[in-house]
C-alpha cells in the first residue's frame, strides 16, 4: 500500500465514530460486508472492445479493509486508489489538459452503504500548469444532517458543511438509502477519449450530457481549452462504490432510484467568500476560474463566481433489472445481469454476489468503451 493510503488509512483507524446507533433490522450479512470479504480487493480498468484504439487508461481498485461494531450495528472502511492517465495529443496544445491524475483514500460506511466518512487525496498534472495536489474529507455530524468539509490545498485549510439531501429514499435518523459514487464521471472519461484522439474539435467540453459545448471561434483550431470538471474526482466512478448499493437493490425486486453523495474538490478559498470555479462542479480549473489561463468562462473576476449549492454533492439515478445475459469481461464470457441506468450511461452488469462487473459506455463510432472488473489472476 502506498504511503498516502498508509496515512489515511491510520487517520481512519483512529477516527471513533460518534454516530447513533443505527437503526432497523441488520441486512443479512454472513461472512461478507455488502457482498465483500475482509482484505477482497477488487480491481477495475477502462478498455474497448479494441484495446489497440485506446489511448487513455483508467484503473481503480477497492479493498475491504476491516469491520468494526458500533453502537450495536457493522461499519466498514473500504480503502480506495485510482489512476488516470491521457494519451498524447496529437499535435495540440492543449491549456488546462489533464495528463494524469492520482488519488487514493477510503470510505467508511455503515450496514446499509450510507457513507460517514470519506478522506482522498488526489495529485493532477494538466498541461501548461503543472502539478498540484490536495486534500478532502467529509464526516457525517453527530445527527446525521450535515457532512463536515475540509479542504486543503496549498497549504491552506478551510470548512465548508454539507447538508444531507431530503429525499423519499433517505433515512438520515436510520442512516440508509445514500451510497457514494459518481455517475457523471464515467462519461466525462468517455468525452475525454473522444476529443483526444480525434482532433479538429474546437468546442469547450460539456460538462453533462445535457449542456452544449461553447464555440470558441476566437482561438485557432490547433488550441483547445477543457472543462474538466466532471473528471476532477474521477476516482468516484468506482464500480465498487456502485457494487456497495446491489445489496439494497437486490431487496428493492427489480427497479428503485438511489441517491448517490458525490464528492467533490476544492470549493471556494480559505476564506470561504470566494469560489476558484464558476459552473465547474467546484474545480479550480473550469472555465471562468481564474485559474484556467484559457478559461473563455462569463465570470472572469474570481470575486463573481459563485458558490456550489449542497444539491451540487448529490446525483440521483433509476437502477432496473432487465434480464440474465451472458457478458465479456475480459478474456471469460460469464452469465450476469444486465441493469439500466436512467442516465445515458451503462447498462451496467452484476454478478449472483451483487458485484458490478462492468459499465458500458457511450460508443466511439466501431469501438465499445466499458469500465470493467479484473479477475484476479489479471492483478
Known amino acids: 500500500m502506498k504511503h498516502c493510503s498508509r496515512i489515511l488509512l491510520l487517520a481512519a483507524l483512529l477516527f471513533v465514530s460518534s454516530g447513533a446507533a443505527v437503526s432497523g433490522t441488520q441486512p443479512p450479512q454472513g461472512d461478507r460486508f455488502l457482498g465483500f470479504e475482509i482484505g477482497?480487493?477488487?480491481?477495475?480498468?477502462?478498455?474497448?472492445?479494441?484495446?489497440?484504439?485506446?489511448?487513455?487508461?483508467?484503473?481503480?481498485?477497492?479493498?475491504?479493509?476491516?469491520?468494526?461494531?458500533?453502537?450495536?450495528?457493522?461499519?466498514?472502511?473500504?480503502?480506495?486508489?485510482?489512476?488516470?492517465?491521457?494519451?498524447?495529443?496529437?499535435?495540440?496544445?492543449?491549456?488546462?489538459?489533464?495528463?494524469?491524475?492520482?488519488?487514493?483514500?477510503?470510505?467508511?460506511?455503515?450496514?446499509?452503504?450510507?457513507?460517514?466518512?470519506?478522506?482522498?487525496?488526489?495529485?493532477?498534472?494538466?498541461?501548461?500548469?503543472?502539478?498540484?495536489?490536495?486534500?478532502?474529507?467529509?464526516?457525517?455530524?453527530?445527527?446525521?444532517?450535515?457532512?463536515?468539509?475540509?479542504?486543503?490545498?496549498?497549504?491552506?485549510?478551510?470548512?465548508?458543511?454539507?447538508?444531507?439531501?431530503?429525499?423519499?429514499?433517505?433515512?438520515?435518523?436510520?442512516?440508509?438509502?445514500?451510497?457514494?459514487?459518481?455517475?457523471?464521471?464515467?462519461?466525462?472519461?468517455?468525452?475525454?477519449?473522444?476529443?483526444?484522439?480525434?482532433?479538429?474539435s474546437t468546442y469547450l467540453a460539456p460538462r453533462s450530457a445535457g449542456s452544449s459545448g461553447t464555440p470558441m471561434t476566437s482561438l485557432p483550431r490547433t488550441l483547445k481549452v477543457t472543462d474538466n470538471s466532471d473528471c476532477e474526482e474521477s476516482m468516484f466512478a468506482h464500480l465498487g462504490l456502485l457494487s456497495l448499493a446491489m445489496p439494497a437493490f437486490w431487496e428493492a425486486q427489480g427497479e428503485r432510484e438511489y441517491v448517490f453523495f458525490t464528492p467533490v474538490g476544492p470549493e471556494g478559498s480559505p476564506d470561504s467568500r470566494v469560489a476558484l470555479g464558476a459552473g465547474s462542479a467546484g474545480s479550480p480549473y473550469g472555465p471562468g476560474s481564474v485559474n484556467n489561463p484559457g478559461s473563455l468562462g462569463p465570470n472572469m473576476n474570481r470575486l463573481e463566481a459563485p458558490m456550489l449549492s449542497a444539491a451540487s454533492y448529490y446525483d440521483t439515478e433509476t437502477l432496473k433489472f432487465v434480464e440474465r445475459v451472458s457478458v465479456r469481461i475480459g478474456s471469460r464470457t460469464v452469465d450476469a445481469w444486465l441493469v439500466e441506468l436512467s442516465s445515458r450511461f451503462g447498462p451496467i452488469y452484476v454478478d449472483d454476489d451483487g458485484g458490478v462487473i462492468r459499465m458500458d459506455l457511450p460508443s466511439q463510432g466501431d469501438i465499445g468503451l466499458y469500465i470493467r472488473m479484473l479477475w484476479p489472476s489479471e492483478f
Request: glycine share 12%; net charge negative; proline share 2%.
Open 40 to 200: 477482497e480487493e477488487r480491481r477495475y480498468v477502462m478498455g474497448s472492445d479494441n484495446e489497440m484504439a485506446m489511448s487513455v487508461r483508467g484503473r481503480w481498485s477497492i479493498l475491504l479493509e476491516e469491520v468494526f461494531e458500533v453502537d450495536g450495528g457493522r461499519e466498514a472502511l473500504f480503502v480506495l486508489d485510482h489512476e488516470w492517465q491521457a494519451g498524447e495529443a496529437l499535435g495540440e496544445i492543449v491549456i488546462g489538459r489533464i495528463r494524469n491524475v492520482k488519488s487514493e483514500g477510503y470510505v467508511r460506511v455503515n450496514a446499509y452503504g450510507f457513507p460517514l466518512m470519506i478522506q482522498f487525496h488526489t495529485t493532477r498534472h494538466l498541461d501548461g500548469m503543472g502539478v498540484e495536489g490536495y486534500t478532502v474529507d467529509f464526516t457525517l455530524d453527530e445527527d446525521g444532517k450535515r457532512y463536515e468539509k475540509r479542504t486543503t490545498l496549498r497549504g491552506e485549510r478551510w470548512n465548508q458543511s454539507v447538508g444531507v439531501r431530503n429525499h423519499d429514499t433517505i433515512d438520515r435518523e436510520g442512516r440508509s438509502g445514500l451510497f457514494t459514487f459518481l455517475p457523471t464521471a464515467p462519461g466525462c472519461l468517455d468525452s475525454l477519449v473522444q476529443r483526444y484522439d480525434q482532433s479538429g
